[in-house]
């Protein structure tokens, strides 16, 4: 009963420092989940600010339609990546609703439950104010 009761206070301390590195994860990336199909279903607020949409109005809409023209063709390779299971990191040029264009520093990661690809995570900082000095 003791052997129980000290699994289950470790799984809760366990469960607790998860939520910790959650938020530190959401006060200081932008954060997406991507379903399959590219669609978001859930986004942190960092990126709700930057891109200028509220939670309606960005849930359901592809990551594509973030993407600037001129980086259709390279962002569709950055999807076949990791469609193919494979986490892809690189600086993209995205566009908020005001159709401004941002530098970022994104990584695209496959995420797997229980051993099948579920869905994409986006990870983003914003890198358009540094100057390449």
Do not use: C, W
């Amino acid at each position: 009963m003791e052997e129980l009761q000290a699994t289950q206070e470790e799984s809760s301390r366990k469960g607790e420092e998860f939520s910790g590195i959650l938020n530190g994860v959401d006060q200081f990336l932008l954060k997406a989940e991507l379903s399959l199909d590219t669609t978001l279903v859930n986004t942190n607020d960092l990126f709700l600010r930057k891109f200028k949409y509220t939670i309606n109005e960005a849930t359901g809409m592809k990551i594509e339609e973030f993407v600037v023209k001129k980086e259709l063709a390279k962002f569709q390779k950055t999807l076949n990546t990791v469609m193919a299971g494979k986490t892809h990191q690189e600086i993209t040029y995205l566009k908020n609703k005001n159709e401004d264009e941002l530098k970022l520093i994104t990584s695209f990661a496959p995420v797997f439950i229980n051993e099948k690809f579920e869905k994409i995570l986006f990870l983003a900082i914003d890198i358009s104010d540094y100057n390449n000095t």
